[in-house]
């Protein structure tokens, strides 16, 4: 059974840092490609960030380019997300997604339970 | 920047009821829109890849259908367990979602 668990949520002040880990299991992780989602409280969801396989290729949406870094350890089949000078419009739920492997549909099959972030003072 | 635009926001409906969601993008930058189902405090689920492409274990009361900037999701007969709100999405865009409202 494909399973994708985040942790590493909570409170931070404005400014502050926090690391998301994503730990999967039940499949091949280093076959797939992974991505970051969130969704802040009572709206729509967020493409964050998106990382290969092998690393070799690495994106981010605007709105966290240069403070969020998105890494993957396939050895201990784990994703990590570093997100550095939080604002408040980074509050939400995020969730790791599987991207399904069938080339150019870009579609996320297995999505994690998600961690709530709160940026607050 | 590419927007997807889905309608309605809302419907409202009843059980057996036949259901349409359209997803609209404002460029055709890619033939495959994928859909999603999200219940309250839940992650979403994958229902429909690559336009009309079922998801394992996805009951076929599910169908997607769609080409250049415009694609639709289909619900045969609403059923209770359907309840829920909708998003497309292609690559990095999601649409605002359509909440399944029971009537």
């Known amino acids: 059974e494909v399973q994708l668990v985040e942790s590493g949520g909570g409170l931070v002040q404005p400014g502050g840092s926090l690391r998301l880990s994503c730990a999967a299991s039940?499949?091949?992780?280093?076959?797939?490609?992974i991505n970051w989602v969130r969704q802040a409280p009572g709206k729509g969801l967020e493409w964050v960030s998106y990382?290969?396989?092998?690393?070799?290729?690495?994106y981010y949406a605007d709105s966290v380019k240069g403070r969020f870094t998105i890494s993957r350890d396939n050895a201990k089949n784990s994703l990590s997300l570093q997100m550095n000078s939080l604002r408040d419009e980074d509050t939400a739920v995020y969730y790791c997604?599987?991207?399904?492997?069938?080339?150019?549909?870009?579609?996320?099959?297995?999505w994690g339970q998600g961690t709530l972030v709160t940026v607050s003072s | 920047d590419i927007q997807m635009t889905q309608s309605p926001s809302s419907l409202s409906a009843s059980v057996g009821d036949r259901v349409t969601i359209t997803c609209r993008a404002s460029?055709?930058?890619?033939?495959?829109l994928n859909w999603y189902q999200q219940k309250p405090g839940k992650a979403p689920k994958l229902l429909i890849f690559?336009?009309?492409n079922l998801h394992s274990g996805v009951t076929s009361r599910f169908s997607g259908s769609g080409s250049g900037t415009d694609f639709t999701l289909t619900i045969s007969s609403l059923q209770p367990e359907d309840f829920a709100t909708y998003y497309c999405?292609?690559?990095?865009?999601f649409g605002q979602g359509t909440k399944v409202e029971i009537k």
């Open positions: 997604a599987r991207d399904g492997g069938v080339p150019g549909t870009h579609h996320f099959d297995y």
């Open positions: 999405h292609q690559r990095d865009k």
């Open positions: 460029q055709n930058f890619d033939s495959y």
């Open positions: 990382i290969s396989s092998s690393s070799g290729n690495i």
């Open positions: 039940g499949f091949t992780f280093n076959s797939y490609s």
């Open positions: 690559a336009t009309s």
